[in-house]
Structure formats: structure tokens, C-alpha cells
């Protein structure tokens, strides 16, 4: 592999998202997220909340935004160039097509991974101003969760690109995808929860305990695993998803949710890589 | 070098040449204007032959799409410094087999290489020499002209510096800043031109180069072909215009339903159809000794007389004597000329027959 064609592949995608203003937007957005949920965040207190209780609050709304920002950016990565027939010229080029996925990728993860690097670096020294002996590690950890965890969804929605011969179906296929994660995994590992424990105990919180296999499940789902990396590392992190607050079982680490998250950025990059490879253009 | 003489397939005249011992040597006609090539003999062994002469070689090529066979068993090969002419009417497969030589189609069978490198095992180094123009040229429509040629000399690691001296080679220097969103179709066609171009390429893969350019397009991008002609670059060039192939290839496959169903010169191709030329004289008087003479020439198959015009369908090689024959009853001659049977005709000869 020639890092090269890589290089000036990935620059292109930044430069293009720079161009129209993508990445300016996200940053801002991110920043002001924060500020506005440090700030606001708490209904048990008043002024700024450090960072573990932001982030607690914040990874309610991230679990949820960062998919979409990463489909809506990834979803047309190869399908896009492919219908407006630029692919052809680029594939005449001396580059392979595992170079091309991969520079997407970089391309279209660098513009995640500084709007968030930004955008939540500028609002933790705002907020680290404001409080008293913030967790400068937590934040820094949180930030690098959320990046991993923006490019799970953008290698999901690569693969997307790469599977289907039109635009407009690959974007429907990406956010079916979002849909599954985000709403019917956890619903139906929850739905079950239920099913077992029973509704009442759940809700009461009286007297219910929360199977192994609940835990278990909830590994399947990145959203899951990155808000209990964040649970694991930062200090009064709270996991919206653990009902209870009960004690993860002992198998659970913030190692292994890292390489989880990383095992699904292998999973869907080198998933489209393989459909790319087969594709005729 | 050596001094070589070779015999003009149209007219006949002898031509005395310095000619290379390794490649095809080229020149024209001084009295007809038809183009000549003196190839070498083929050389001692198969590497040699292929790495030398044979920029592209495609071997038994098949595509399937699903059930239905696009390409079939097509081979052929273009030497270095050729320009092939690949001819087939809309759906027989020439671009099909184009998208299998840059290998954004996998074919199911079959080997194609470039200056001896397989596009499929050793893809990079066989595109660095391929410059491709494609029948539907696209570009990021967000990017300039100069942006857009930039990215692409940045991917083939060139010099950024020859994208701005390409762009006025297309006429474009006016609009080389301007987005090519805004560009038309003509002005698109002529920036993918200038695209193939980057870096010199040995092999030109144009697919259509000039559908959908005005008259004055058209022209430009003609005087570029021979431009890299002249220059010795090798083009593979897919056209529905026959007149086009006709004037600048020196030899022509034409595909029908997938297959190859004819390889050659155009010359070669009259001959074996054994198209004849047809000529038109036009005399002061018309005798029926004048008529009758001509009929008994060996070669001459059909002589029609309408007025003072006489049409006279014959062999190749009894063109000149049809001439003198006139000439020695007596005729007077007030215009002549010559109609050799078209590309088109040939085409139509073998896409008919393979129907």
C-alpha cells in the first residue's frame, strides 16, 4: 500500500467538508452542547457541573446525534462518486480501491474527529475554568470515546456506501441501521429486561436485579459499550442505559469496551473494503 | 535504422523510408495521402514481443452480467504507437471491454496487460501508463478546473506545474478558476482531455472523445489525437463516428453482441469483403466504344452511364487502367473522382452479417 494516494484521498474529504462550512458547523455545535449542558445540565444544582456529571448528561444526547452526523457524512462516500461517474477517473489512477476506502475513511474520520477534538476541547477549558479540580483524564478519554464511537457509525455507513448501486437507498439502509442501534437493540434488550424482572420492579427499583445476560446483550450495541467505556473511566459518569447503577459485572473494563469499539471500526471498514473490491463501477 | 520501400496499398507509388528494426515506422503518401506503416518482423522470442511491442494485450476476455454474456472471448492486442480504432454499434460491448481494461470491471475470464503488467494482479503499475477519457466524463463540481486537475496530478504524484500549460492546451485557460459545476458538456469533455493527458501516459484509453462537442471541440480534440500520434503515444479509441476512426487509425476491431467479428487495417478489411471502389467520371461525350472498352477490362464489374457521367464499379487494381482505356478511345475528361468504399460500409458489411 502507498500512503500517498491515502493522503491526498483523505485531504479531499476534509477539504471538501472544510469548504462548505460541515466541519466549522459541527465544531461550533459541539462546543456550545457542552456548555449549554455544563451549565444547565443539572436540575439538582445550579451553575457548572464538572465534567463527570456533563458528560453523563451529554452522552444522552451524543449516543444520539453522532450516528446521524457520521451516516449523513459517510453514506454517499463511494455510491456518491460512483453515480456521478468520477469514480471511473479515479480508479484509472494508479491506486487501488483498498487505498480509496481507507482514504475516505481517514478524510471523513478527520472531519469527526476534529469538530469533536474542537469543539469539546474548547468547551472543557471553559468549563475546567469554571469549576474546581476538573478531571482533565475524564475529558480527554471522553473526547477520544466519542470519536471512536463517530467512527463505528461512519465505517457502518462506508459499507453502506459500497453495498448499494444507488445514493438515495444507501442513505435509507444507513438510517434503517442508526434505527436498529439506536432504538430497536436497546429496546428489545430492555423489552426482555422487563420480560424477566417485570415492569414493576423495574420502575420501583424495589427489590429487582439486573441479569448477567442484560449486560451481556447490551455488548452488541456501540452505543451501549460507548457510554459504559465513559461510566468505567470518568468518575460520577452515570450509564442512562444501567438501570439501578448496578455494579457491572466483573468481565466488564474499559479495555474491553475500547477494543469492542474498535473491533466494530475493523468489522465495517474491512466489510466495505471487500463489497468495494468485488463491485463493478 | 535501415532504408526500406514499401508499396502504397491505395495508389500503388513506391516509397523509400528509414525505418526503425524495433518499432513501427509511419509515413504518408506523398501522392494519395494514405497513411503507411512498415512493421518490423516479429522478434526471437514471446517476452520480448509482448514487452516491446504490445502496449495493450487483451487475452480471451469474458463478462458475464448475470445470464447475459456482454463480452466474449474478445481478444486483441494494440502495439506501441498505434492507434486502434474499436468500433461496435451501442450495446455490443466496447465499453464493457474498456471498463475491463482498467479493471473497473472484473471480467470472469480472460487476461488483459499493459506494457506486459496484468491489470488485474499488478493494477497500479499497468494504470501508470494508461491516460483514459471516459464516454461520460465527470468531475467534483465543487472544485475549479485547475483544483480539479490538481487532485488528480497529486494522485499520480506529478508536478502540480503541468496542469495550468494543460488546461491551455483545451482551450480552457480563460475558465481554468472557475468551477466546473458551471462547465458545460463540450468544456467538460475537453478538461477530461486534458485529465487523460496528465503525465504523458503511453497508452490513451479515449472512449468517445468527442461525444457531445461542438464543430470547433471536435476539431481540437482531432488535432490533439494527432498531435499524440505524431508523438508516438499509443491510443485505443472507441468511436461511433466511422469517418473519425477511419481518418487516424491504422487499424480498426469492430464488436457486435460482445464478440470481436473483424480485426484489421480498413484496407484490409475492403479487401476481404472485396468492397470495391466505385469511380465517377464525367466526359465531354459519351461513345459506346468508350463504354464497351472499359466493360471488357478483367476486374471491371458494373459500367452505368447517365448523361455525360459514367460510374464504373471495379477491382482495386484496374482503377488506372479504366483511365487510360477512356483516354485511349478518345474520351476527354472533364472531372474524375475516385469513391473507395467507406468504413462505413465495411462496418455495416460485418455488424450485418454477425446480426
Redesign the interface.
Known sequence: M?P??VF??AK?EFM?NF??KWVIVLTIAFALLAIVFSLFGSIFGSGWQDIGATVGVLTSVVTLIIPIIAIILGYSAIIGEIE?????????????RFEIVLGKLFGLGSILASAIFIGFGIAGIIIGLNIENPDVAGYIIFIVATILYSWVFLCLALFFSTLFKKRSTAMGGAIFLWILFIMIIPTVIQGLLFAEVGFEAVISGEGAQIPDWYFAGRLVDPGSVYTSLLTLSIADAVDPGNFFQTPYPSYYSAALMTVLLIAWISIFFTLSYWRFS?K?? | MVQKTLKCSTCGNTLTLEVSTQEPTYATCPKCHTRAVYRPPPLVTKYTLQSSMETLQVTNVTKFYKAFKAVDDVSFSVKKGEIFGFLGPNGAGKTTTI?CI?????ADKGMISVKGFDTRKE???A??F?G?L?E???????LTALQNLH??A????LPKEQCASLISLVGLEDVGQKKVGEFSKGMQQRL?MA?AMLGSPSLL?LDEPTNGLDARGVVLIREQIKQFRDKGVTIFLSSHILSEVQAVCDRVAIINKGRIVAQDTVDALRMRLQLKPKIVLELQEVTKEMIDAVEKLDGVDAVNVIGKMVHVMCKPYVKAQVIVTLTQKGAKIDNLHIMEPSLEEVFMKFTEETV
Open positions: 502507498n500517498q494516494p491526498f484521498i479531499k471538501d469548504r462548505n456521478r461517474g468520477s469514480m471511473n477517473a479515479l480508479l484509472s489512477l494508479p491506486t487501488t468485488k463493478d463501477i | 471498463k482498467l479493471d473497473l470491471i472484473h493494477g497500479k503499475k494504470k501508470q494508461i483514459y471516459p461520460k466524463v465527470a468531475f467534483y463540481d465543487n487532485f488528480y497529486e494522485m499520480k504524484q477530461g485529465r484509453i
